[in-house]
């Protein structure tokens, strides 16, 4: 009895002794980028895995460029919907490219579950000084006035058929009702150069990469593409508030990027993952992360998310065909 007793009280000493057994490892989640390392989304990508890696645990990124992001955005879609592979979709896979490209491997809304919004970049509408000077084009009333007393006499660059620069252009054209010439280059860079070389009158053009131009004047900012003012630049109108007057009240339009999962993800690990990145977006880091970047937060609910994807689907729908732009 006494040597029970005294096996009893090791074992009771050696349970309180030795530690908890850690919880297993989470699997690394899967963060694929459907474009190439460098750029906005990639560089935003990178910061969140870091910063949710006290909740989610290892969260690698995964860069899959392709056909526009379709590549990276089928890779996701195909994947099991386990939580351990998501991707950083964008206005261009989710609500352009589905009108853009004559076949698509996956479908925007039904093979995916949306998590959040990441943030938006303005798009902002500039010509050179020169160009503004010799045209008399000070502002969107302006440019109106000039492109309807001289119909097709204006142009504008883009960084290619079905890019947001040539998007924001065409669905100018149609609001106000008049025509310019679209000249597309091969990526935003090649258009710039032709906007600052006088071979195009005007460009719509991405604020993150305009901006240091606007700055030093080599470009002047006449008016954002979205339906409020920029942060970053809060003294240039938008189209909408400038050209209201000209059929322009209701004209919005910049390039979103967001966090989906395959689709019939559970809703538990939704939730999940939406407040671990959300909490991550609204940090004070990430927030001067996309500053930098001339990008403004746009977390929310799965089902807010949702709603907004299914309306730029819709709004891209009349766009792309308006343009004319395929890519077979």
């Not at 009280?9 to 989470?26: C, D, E, K, N, S």
């Not at 000084?129 to 045209?135: F, H, Q």
């Not at 900012?221 to 942060?231: I, Q």
């Amino acid at each position: 009895m006494k040597r029970r007793a005294a096996l009893a009280a090791l074992g009771a000493i050696a349970t309180v002794a030795l530690p908890a057994r850690a919880p297993a490892q989470a699997r690394p989640i899967r963060l694929i980028v459907p474009y190439p390392p460098g750029g906005p989304l990639d560089i935003v990508a990178r910061a969140l895995a870091e910063r949710v890696k006290d909740t989610l645990g290892v969260v690698y990124v995964d860069n899959k460029p392709g056909a526009g992001g379709n590549l990276g955005a089928d890779a996701a879609a195909k994947a099991a919907p386990d939580g351990t592979t998501i991707v950083m979709g964008a206005v261009a896979t989710h609500a352009i490219n589905p009108w853009l490209y004559a076949r698509i491997p996956y479908d925007p809304i039904r093979d995916f579950t949306p998590i959040t919004g990441v943030a938006h970049v303005p798009n902002v509408l500039v010509m050179t000084p020169e160009t503004s000077t010799r045209l008399g084009i000070a502002g969107v009333a302006d440019l109106v006035a000039y492109a309807k007393k001289h119909p097709g006499q204006l142009n504008y660059g883009s960084g290619g058929n079905g890019s947001a620069g040539h998007l924001a252009g065409e669905m100018f054209k149609s609001q106000a009702g008049v025509y310019m010439v679209h000249i597309p280059y091969a990526g935003g860079n090649p258009a710039q150069l032709a906007l600052l070389s006088g071979q195009v009158d005007l460009n719509f053009d991405n604020l993150a990469a305009a901006s240091a131009n606007i700055k030093a004047g080599k470009l002047k900012a006449l008016a954002m593409t979205t339906a409020r003012r920029s942060n970053a630049m809060p003294e240039v109108p938008t189209i909408a508030e400038a050209g209201r007057a000209f059929g322009l009240g209701a004209f919005d339009i910049d390039t979103w990027f967001g966090l989906f999962a395959p689709a019939h993800l559970a809703a538990e690990t939704t939730t999940r993952l939406n407040k671990a990145f959300v909490d991550a977006i609204e940090s004070s880091e990430l927030r001067t992360r996309l500053a930098s970047l001339f990008a403004e937060p746009m977390a929310t609910t799965p089902e807010r998310f949702a709603a907004f994807v299914k309306s730029e689907l819709a709004k891209y729908e009349r766009v792309v065909k308006a343009s004319g732009a395929r890519v077979e």
